[in-house]
């Protein structure tokens, strides 16, 4: 048998039983870490397989069809009401975590930019895949991004459980394969990412495939132009080819290098979720909101693990989804331009301690 088929039918069951694993914990990211696991695993027994470029291409642009189905025009008069508080509490979420990566670009602790992108606030997949585009490690970005949505899903579900009474266990992230397609709506759909795709590749944008899809669908879907319809098996597809894609970019001296940091970046983790869940008593303390609703909108884990344990509690669901999506855009839209300006400042400075401190 074609060796490389043997190794693609062995990683692919190993995702699938890695998956299943992670599901049985009820993690978000399971359909991704699975995969990514798997493809770590290949990486340093050294016989990777070859995701190919274009495959990579559309599944970033599915990620993004799929981030626009899930914002609402709604969301943007719900931050409207009440922008001031919104304004406060994002922009504190995003400077905390920003001088937080800003310290471990200090301490050497992460090269270059990878520590501002790893401690960046947004959905884990975006933020991974952008940060190849401009210049950072992935793989360590993936893994302090997705430590940290799993220390963040595990604490929120102890959270939800302490502080209001669940509706029903806590939801998985697996989907129903079974259910319905519009094919029509499909079709419409798949033209976006294929003409998302095609732009990107034309106009050279950093992450293009996935910042053009999303942008392109957030536009249609709320004027009314289309409705995004994917079915279940490509977003799981989606999520196995950017997961294997960043799994199998690992191999015995990054991972030595991360568990050298490990404790270091958990304890990043820590003090930032500590800080949000500050940020969230004052919302309850001067702004009234119910203890569980502040604690999920505040949470540094991504939209996406949080509205999945936020719909299976007692909570205000549009003030969570609508805090979350204003700091995923914000940090989309100032994400490079940040990174750059910390990364530039922290090694100004070290530069210039160096050079005092030197005869």
């Excluded at 920003?98 to 790893?118: C, E, F, Y």
């Excluded at 401690?119 to 950072?136: D, F, H, N, Q």
């Excluded at 950093?206 to 490509?234: C, K, M, R, S």
């Excluded at 855009?329 to 990364?343: K, N």
């Amino acid at each position: 048998m074609n060796p490389i088929a043997v190794r693609w039918t062995g990683m692919i069951l190993l995702s699938g039983l890695a998956v299943a694993g992670l599901e049985s914990l009820h993690l978000p990211a399971a359909l991704l870490l699975g995969p990514m696991a798997a493809g770590i695993v290949f990486a340093i027994r050294d016989k990777p397989v070859t995701i190919h470029r274009y495959l990579l291409y559309l599944a970033q642009g599915v990620v993004g069809c799929m981030i626009a189905r899930s914002i609402p025009v709604t969301i943007f008069a719900e931050i409207g009401k009440s922008w001031p508080l919104f304004a406060f509490t994002i922009l504190a979420v995003i400077a905390t975590s920003t001088l937080l990566g800003g310290l471990l670009t200090r301490w050497q602790i992460l090269p270059g930019s990878t520590a501002i992108w790893g401690a960046s606030p947004g959905a884990a997949t975006v933020m991974t895949l952008m940060s190849e585009s401009y210049g950072a490690d992935s793989r360590l970005v993936a893994l302090m991004q997705y430590m940290r949505v799993m220390v963040v899903a595990i604490i929120a579900t102890l959270v939800a459980r302490i502080w209001a009474p669940p509706t029903g266990t806590v939801a998985s992230a697996s989907f129903d394969l079974f259910s319905p397609v519009i094919w029509s709506s499909f079709g419409a759909t798949a033209a976006l990412i294929i003409g998302g795709i095609m732009l990107s590749l034309v106009l050279r944008i950093p992450a293009g495939p996935l910042l053009l899809t999303l942008a392109g669908g957030v536009i249609a879907q709320d004027t009314g132009l289309l409705t995004i319809e994917l079915p279940p098996a490509l977003l799981m597809t989606a999520y196995a080819i950017i997961g294997w894609s960043i799994g199998l970019r690992f191999n015995r001296a990054i991972l030595l290098y991360a568990a050298k940091t490990l404790p270091r970046l958990l304890m990043s983790i820590a003090v930032l979720v500590a800080i949000c869940g500050f940020f969230a008593y004052l919302l309850v303390r001067f702004a009234g909101i119910d203890p569980l609703t502040a604690y999920l909108a505040t949470s540094p884990g991504g939209a996406d693990s949080v509205a999945i344990i936020a719909a299976a509690s007692h909570v205000d669901m549009p003030f969570v989804m609508a805090m979350q999506t204003g700091r995923f855009i914000l940090v989309l839209l100032t994400g490079p331009a940040l990174a750059r300006w910390v990364t530039r400042m922290m090694s100004d400075r070290w530069r210039k301690k160096e050079e005092d401190s030197s005869p």
